[in-house]
């Protein structure tokens, strides 16, 4: 699972602890608009949309701000923006590639604050296409580990275009191409297993190990990108050395 950072799980621990919940809605309710504005309002022949109201269902944004996420989108309701999806490139400390996922009305803003995260922590932006070749797109949908095992999974999904399971934590990452991302998960589906997520990520091509003081500085870019309301995903090829990892453990 080269890519699906190492450190994702838990990153993802500390997203669902910190303060961030707002925003993180907000970001989920933007992916709604915009799949239904792309693909219409009905999730049955919308699988993007199907999806991202599933992730905004598992993650508790209210069923409220769900529907109106959706009519805004399929145009019943007025106020929906021009979303526009810009991906920035950047260097963060210690070399560590990045790639910048926005979705925004504004390119200019989202320029500005990406910019401005960056320089102030340590990074810098980079030339279009000088750190995105060292990711790939790839299909990735999350299973919680409680109630499942990794045999029946890979069984229920290996048909289905699966091309690897693994358990990280708390959850079973399950690996294939972006294309075959419906399939996967409607075989889940078939099988009566529950998931969290299934959407297309970026995952690093080759990692940069960090111990816990780097992977630190990092981490504060990371949340400085974060904190911009255009910024949908950061992608990095970080990942954390043995000791780092057990470093970050003990403080849990």
Request: proline letters at 3%; glycine letters at 8%; a negative charge.
């Amino acid at each position: 699972m080269a890519g699906h950072s190492k450190w994702a799980t838990t990153k993802h621990k500390k997203a669902a602890l910190d303060a961030k919940r707002g925003k993180l809605f907000a970001r989920l309710v933007k992916n709604i608009e915009v799949a239904a504005r792309t693909g219409g309002g009905d999730p049955a022949g919308n699988p993007t949309l199907f999806d991202a109201i599933q992730k905004a269902k598992k993650n508790s944004v209210p069923a409220d701000n769900i529907d109106r996420a959706v009519k805004r989108g399929s145009g019943e309701l007025a106020g929906a923006a021009d979303y526009q999806t810009v991906m920035y490139e950047g260097y963060g400390p210690s070399g560590v590639a990045f790639l910048v996922e926005c979705l925004t009305d504004n390119r200019n803003r989202a320029a500005s604050d990406v910019r401005l995260a960056l320089s102030r922590n340590g990074g810098s932006l980079a030339d279009p296409g000088s750190v995105s070749y060292l990711f790939a797109r790839r299909g990735i949908i999350e299973v919680p580990a409680e109630g499942n095992d990794e045999e029946s999974l890979v069984e229920a999904v290996l048909e289905a275009g699966a091309e690897e399971v693994e358990q990280m934590d708390d959850v079973f990452i399950i690996s294939c191409e972006p294309g075959d991302i419906v399939a996967v998960r409607t075989a889940l589906q078939d099988a009566g297993i529950d998931y969290n997520s299934a959407e297309a990520e970026f995952q690093a091509s080759t990692e940069v190990e960090l111990d816990a003081e780097a992977a630190r500085k990092v981490l504060r870019l990371v949340d400085a990108l974060e904190d911009s309301d255009d910024v949908q995903n950061v992608y990095s090829n970080m990942t954390l050395s043995e000791a780092a990892k057990a470093e970050f453990e003990s403080e849990e």
